[in-house]
């Protein structure tokens, strides 16, 4: 399994993150709810569909992940060696360079019912984002290796915590990808 520097692995998934908060404020902020909601074809998400589907993670994870950190004493490990689990569904969940490197069926109680107002959905993302941030920069001073969290599609299985920072991070940019095909799409048929 491969075995990280934590201090850098965390520096990396922070820029990965600050990339991502960037995309939604300097790109999505400014786009209406009709643009934003308008799926690129039929069957496939809209950017706002990608982003609820983020947002119901982020409402799992971020509260899992502070509240494991926060009752955690373990001191801080120079290195991070990611579990055999952890690394398999991050290297799942990586984009590639042309898109998601397998299509996957989303879980039910992640998939988008219905279509929610833009504003609020890139709003609770941001926010989410600025607070994936705000826990990377805590876990600096915590153990990567020791830390676990139960994963949202079946609690009895529990992922260290930099796999889940490292899965979470990974998903969030392929379906951040993926909703900047949705709108770049919308685009290009608009024209």
């Known amino acids: 399994m491969p075995t990280y520097t934590s201090q850098e692995l965390i520096t990396t998934l922070q820029e990965q993150t600050e990339e991502i908060l960037q995309t939604a404020i300097r790109e999505w902020q400014m786009l209406s709810h009709e643009e934003f909601s308008r ?3 039929p069957g496939k998400w809209s950017a706002n569909e990608c ?3 983020l947002n119901s ?3 799992y994870y971020l509260p899992a992940i502070e509240k ?3 009752l955690s004493a373990a001191k801080p490990s120079a290195t991070f060696k990611t579990g055999r689990l952890g690394n398999y569904f991050t290297r799942l969940m990586e984009p590639g360079e042309n898109g ?3 299509k996957m069926k989303s879980p039910a109680n992640h998939s988008p019912k219905t279509i929610k107002s833009s504003v609020e959905v890139i ?4 926010d989410q984002q600025e607070k994936t941030l705000q826990l990377l920069e805590l876990a600096r001073k915590k153990d990567l290796n020791k830390i676990q969290i139960p ?3 079946a609690k009895f299985i529990r992922l260290k915590l930099g796999d889940v920072f490292m899965f979470v991070i990974a998903h969030n940019r ?3 990808l993926q909703a900047e095909r949705a709108v770049g799409d919308r685009k290009t048929v608009g024209s």
């Open 51 to 53: 982003l609820q589907h």
């Open 68 to 70: 494991a950190m926060g």
């Open 57 to 59: 993670y982020g409402d």
């Open 100 to 102: 998601p490197s397998k």
């Open 123 to 126: 709003s609770t993302f941001i």
């Open 39 to 41: 799926q690129p074809a």
């Open 174 to 176: 392929r379906h951040v």
């Open 151 to 153: 994963i949202s599609i």
